[in-house]
């Protein structure tokens, strides 16, 4: 029986020609026989892909073969076989979409003027140190902190990265602005950007968590400052550290703890929301809540 895995990795590093890379990247990674999305920009890559162990392990060699490439730090996840419908590799302005390419700044040393890098075991100590002063600022979809986040974590009203540069100039979190601050993410990139945008604004001492919410998973677990679950981009739609741990996540139907989003029933919508496996398998709370299906704004005539 096959092993399959999911690998995530970014680096920020200049590439000259990122269509050359892009050509290279996609004809390996279905050489490889891999599915998942890679985004190649002047800036670098960020990919997340999966498939058989073997194969996931030889396109890892191959990339990390090209010299820009060899610092990559690969995080890897069990997998389903199953988890991303096709691959995807395309070309964009940036790396991560925050509509801020004119601030940011890369060398063959990466994302220049951003926030320190913390590992997870000095993340603790800079909490042993300096207590309830520490600020976890969450750097992800506001949607996605809704199953797991930090501890007392601060949570953008965001629904996409785009919306970061207006939340944080709205003077919402100006009193941070003295205070250390810790940017965390699910692999560690929108950090990498969002650091660099604080600082630009003001904000005087500014962390990033080394390898995001996925490395200090990989090194506490449930037993950190970490509670619930990680929302993930692929088919499993959320991953845990370990038995035990519960959801942050509630169900809109029950009121249950449960880390499950599902798609409004709505065809207009869409929209994401939580529903417990035991509502959902018995049909309850079919839509969001956010919107009014037709059905339902159909006004009910006389007979």
């Not at 798609?263 to 919508?269: D, G, I, L, T, V």
């Amino acid at each position: 029986m096959s092993l399959s895995k999911i690998v995530l990795f970014y680096v920020f590093t200049p590439l000259a020609d990122p269509e050359a890379v892009r050509l290279w990247q996609h004809a390996l990674a279905e050489g490889c026989g891999l599915t998942g999305r890679v985004i190649v920009s002047h800036q670098g890559i960020n990919a997340t892909l999966g498939g058989d162990i073997d194969d996931v392990k030889r396109y890892v060699r191959i990339t990390k073969s090209y010299a820009p490439f060899r610092g990559a730090d690969i995080k890897w996840s069990s997998g389903t076989g199953d988890d991303f419908p096709r691959l995807s590799v395309k070309v964009r302005p940036e790396l991560v979409t925050f509509h801020a390419p004119d601030e940011i700044t890369v060398t063959e040393d990466g994302v220049q003027g951003g926030g320190e890098h913390l590992s997870p075991g000095r993340l603790h100590r800079l909490v042993e140190e300096r207590g309830d002063e520490v600020v976890f600022f969450d750097g992800r979809n506001a949607m996605e902190a809704r199953i797991g986040r930090f501890r007392d974590a601060v949570v953008p009203d965001t629904d996409t990265t785009r919306d970061f540069i207006a939340e944080i100039e709205s003077g919402k979190y100006d009193e941070l602005k003295d205070r250390p601050v810790v940017t965390y993410c699910t692999g560690g990139i929108r950090c990498e950007v969002l650091s660099v945008l604080m600082r630009n604004r003001g904000f005087s001492e500014v962390y990033q968590l080394d390898g995001g919410i996925v490395r200090y998973g990989e090194s506490f677990g449930n037993a950190g400052l970490w509670g619930g679950s990680l929302y993930v981009f692929d088919k499993r739609m959320h991953m845990e550290f370990g038995e035990g741990a519960e959801s942050l996540g509630r169900c809109v139907e029950c009121g249950r703890s449960t880390p499950l989003f599902v798609n409004c029933a709505n065809e207009e919508c869409r929209k994401l929301f939580l529903r417990c496996e035991s509502c959902t398998e018995a049909g309850r709370h079919p839509h969001c809540g956010d919107c009014v299906p037709e059905a339902a704004e159909a006004p009910v005539r006389a007979v």
